[in-house]
């Protein structure tokens, strides 16, 4: 069992698959169960329509503003310029200054840390200019954090030169992990994990037209594939009545086995109801409360 895993509230979906009146509900009923860490980005939803960029992070702040919070713990992802999926960034020294100015405006005391998203990268001069302002960002009092970075050795050695401690923020689930890609950062860093149920997979194969999956056009559909899901399947079978620890979806896996994945020190949920966001949660209190090394155990036998 372990109890220093915090669960964060991803809003990636938001304005896409999930409307605005149960962005609001799933904000009331995870912040009223005592959660605060929330992630979002100016681009998410990344869903090619222009108009929806910042709306997941305005309609947080539109909820802050509504409800008077002051003790969130949000996590924000800068340098994405629209929200089409395009790799084109802003990272620039005096670029991530301003959105620290506009996050703090935004978030005020809510804002904990801010996150480099998707740099492609290769030049140190030019990453060494992005570090440094990411240390002023750290020496006025907010967190800094990494996600989708093709090159972190850069970071990393940047790092040790300026001592700076950075979040780390991956796709980690049954069939993919970037894990390794950090492994510079894995002694002393926070590694927070996204993606567990790999955009919403069903065991039924059954999916509205607004499901993740579907939305985003993805398909983990190969003979590999085939394999894996029949044998969680079969594992989800044996342990959907169990008594102390029942296990019925593959979300209920992906989070068991980023649970007991050790080094992980948070897990970003994306709900796009809030049916699944109690459900989640129940399960994560579950988790915090029950041994699954066992269960842990038989998925990664399931996926070798």
Known sequence: MRNNIDLILGTSMWGWTVEKNECFKILDTFYNEGYRWIDTAPNYPINNDRKYFRYAENLLAEWINNNKINDLRIIT????????????TNLSYSFILMNYEYYLDKFHSCLNNIMIHWDNRDSLSTIESTVNALKLIKKNGVDIGLSGIKNPKHYFNLKKELTLDFIIEFKHNIFSSSYEHYSMFHNDSKLIVYGTNASGIKLNDKYKKSSSLIVRRKDYRSKKYNIIINRIKNLIENYKEYTSFPVKS????GMIYAFNSLW????I???????????SISFFNNLNNCDTKNIYSEIRNSII
């Open 264 to 267: 992980v020190s948070g897990i």
């Open 77 to 88: 992802k800068i340098g994405s310029l629209n929200n089409t999926g395009s790799k084109n």
């Open 269 to 279: 949920i994306g709900p796009s109801s809030l049916n699944q966001l109690t459900d």
């Open 250 to 253: 593959f979300n209920h896996i």
